[in-house]
């Protein structure tokens, strides 16, 4: 289906070989040391702890944090953490496995965007550019839902141009116009209507621009949009019947309210994502601009590729402009536009690589990736040295546990910064590119497995010791605090006392979870006094006050930079 029909039979076996060395080599790259960091908090173990939940009830229908109903997003990635768990396990690596997947998957959508848009080399290119993208590559290894949503969005958006390419009423337009719609519904159930919202902004602008209105009576807008709904009503449909008080919060609430206000807390200015795509372009950073002004030029000239150029300088630029005039903005936010911005660089980068003479503007971004090297060596290096020295409390501790990150970034940085330039006097522009990709997946890879020895939020190190003291029958308690990864960890639920949060309209609107989420302080202590065991993790800021409310039942069995683990009789 990718390959066109008038391509050489060789030209089509090459797709599939392709497919699948970068599946092999990116995916490696990709998964390797998954399971080497703890759960980040809050993130990583909220959306670990929704597909446990799912894995350990069997209910697929009503979504749960801590046994608490949870309705802000759609289960379908929650789903697939399922059914990771029931085959591999409650690891770390099997609830990062889903998101790195997906990862890959983006990676191979760009290869495919590349060679079926443009050229092959372009295709393979544009699938090294995204693997190697330091925001893709950090995204890619935390469970979150925005790399699955992003690739559903660019499978849709691809989809389509795919198959406007396709002869009209052939299999293969019929084909992807059906991917299109299914894609879309997917990334609605993974994270709710931008799912649909985008694709037909980015689609419907383009058949403005293009004056293609006929399009419309080509695009099977009936049978697909029948397709849509039903993958993705049935489950609305289902809890909002179970729960009547789904309707109101997941669609004005976590929808409408969140896109034109701050009730999230989440408010950055107009301008949020620039820093973020500058810095998590690395080491592609040089040619993000050349290759954005490049696309924008090209899709202003009249010529046989100007609608796919538009086409791709819409897919970016119009997300981009929805997310920034949102009130709401979080860094993965920019997912859905990596894909066609990797095949841009690719598209750019390609063809200056293979001229002869060198291109000032690919030279010139080679000495920048050098300069921004140099600098993050020098601002890492300051940092590991001064950093502790120059802040207090937890900052400074937290400062100190990242030196061996701040080591690495020295490091890797540094020899990037050297490589480079080195490669560039030398006049070797492929040999200064290539150097700098390895480098950056090298540092990658180092950041990220040094970071496993230095997690100061997570509550792992309490979880490993309660699962080997606690028994089914005792009570396990957070004071004050909820750790999101303590349920997951220790595959049960916890009581919690004292806590307020994103789990309170849950709780407000099933009044049996006050059984194990309350306010009631007496009743914390009425059972900490009965016959049961109880276990009780406390923020270390609280010790004094638990000391003196526990009195003699107050047994120290832990005890982490930031947490207490007590019982109230000696094990």
């Known amino acids: ?81 399922a059914v990771s768990i029931h085959a591999l396990g ?36 544009a699938a090294l550019v ?3 993208t330091l925001l893709w590559f950090a995204l890619g290894r935390i469970i979150l839902l925005d790399v699955p949503v992003g690739v559903f969005l660019s499978l849709s958006l691809l989809a389509f141009m795919l198959a406007v390419q396709a002869a009209p009423e052939s ?35 383009w058949i403005v621009l293009t004056w293609n209105w006929r399009l419309l009576l080509q695009v099977r807008l009936l049978s697909g949009l029948a397709l849509f709904l ?33 009730v999230h807390g989440r408010y950055q200015p107009w301008w949020f994502f620039a820093p973020i795509l ?31 150029e538009l086409y791709l300088a819409l897919w970016f630029w119009a997300i981009l402009l929805f997310f920034s005039i949102s009130d709401s903005k979080l860094i993965p936010y920019v997912t859905p536009i990596m894909v066609p911005l990797a095949i841009l660089i690719a598209r750019y980068v390609g063809p200056a690589l293979r001229e002869p003479a060198p291109k000032l503007g690919l030279l010139a971004g080679l000495w920048i990736l050098a300069g921004f090297a140099a600098l993050v060596a020098v601002a890492a290096l300051a940092v590991g040295v001064a950093g502790p020295q120059l802040a207090s409390g937890d900052l400074a501790q937290d400062l100190a546990s990242a030196r061996p990150y701040m080591g ?67 009570e396990i308690a957070a004071y004050r605090t909820y750790p999101q990864d303590l349920p997951v960890y220790l595959g049960r639920r916890v009581t919690v006392m004292g806590w307020s949060g994103e789990l309170d309209f849950g709780r407000a609107a099933e009044p049996a979870t ?39 039942r107050f047994v120290e069995l832990a005890r982490t930079r930031r947490h207490l683990l007590v019982v109230n009789r000696i094990p």
Request: proline share 6%.
């Open 1 to 81: 289906m990718f390959a066109h029909p008038t391509e050489p039979a060789q030209a089509r076996r090459l797709w599939f070989v392709d497919l699948v060395v970068l599946a092999v080599v990116i995916g490696a790259f990709l998964i390797a040391f998954l399971g080497a960091r703890p759960l980040g908090v809050p993130s990583e173990a909220r959306y670990a702890e929704l597909g446990r939940e799912i894995a350990a009830t069997g209910d697929w229908i009503t979504p749960r944090i801590n046994g608490v109903k949870y309705f802000f997003k759609p289960p379908l990635f929650y789903w697939i953490q």
């Open 90 to 125: 409650l690891s770390e690596f099997a609830l990062r496995l889903a998101t790195a997947l997906f990862a890959l998957g983006g990676c191979l959508l760009a290869y495919v965007g590349g060679r079926a848009l443009f050229d092959r080399p372009t295709g393979l290119l």
């Open 130 to 132: 995204l693997a190697t």
């Open 171 to 205: 299999r293969t337009r019929k084909a992807w116009l059906y991917t299109m719609y299914a894609a879309a519904a997917a990334a609605t159930m993974t994270k709710g209507l931008i799912g649909i919202v985008l694709p037909a902004l980015v689609i419907g602008l």
């Open 230 to 262: 039903a993958l993705t009503v049935p489950w609305h449909v289902a809890v909002g019947v179970q729960s009547p008080e789904f309707w109101h919060f997941y669609f004005i609430r976590e929808h409408l309210e969140r896109f034109t206000t701050t």
């Open 278 to 308: 500058i810095v998590g372009s690395f080491p592609w950073l040089g040619f993000l601009a050349q290759a954005l002004v490049r696309n924008l030029r090209d899709a202003a000239i009249a010529g046989p590729h100007r609608t796919v």
């Open 408 to 474: 690495w970034l020295c490091a890797g940085a540094g020899a990037t910064a050297a490589a480079i330039a080195f490669a560039l006097l030398r006049g070797k522009r492929a040999l200064a590119l290539g150097l700098s990709v390895a480098a950056a997946a090298a540092l990658y890879v180092g950041v990220d497995t040094t970071m496993a020895d230095h997690q100061p939020r997570s509550i792992k190190p309490i979880a490993e010791i309660l699962r080997e003291v606690a028994t089914p029958e005792d």
């Open 514 to 552: 006050q059984e194990w989420m309350f306010d009631d302080e007496a009743e914390l202590w009425r059972r900490w006094n009965g016959e049961r065991t109880v276990y009780m993790v406390v923020p270390l800021p609280f010790e004094a006050t638990v000391r003196a409310s526990a009195g003699e």
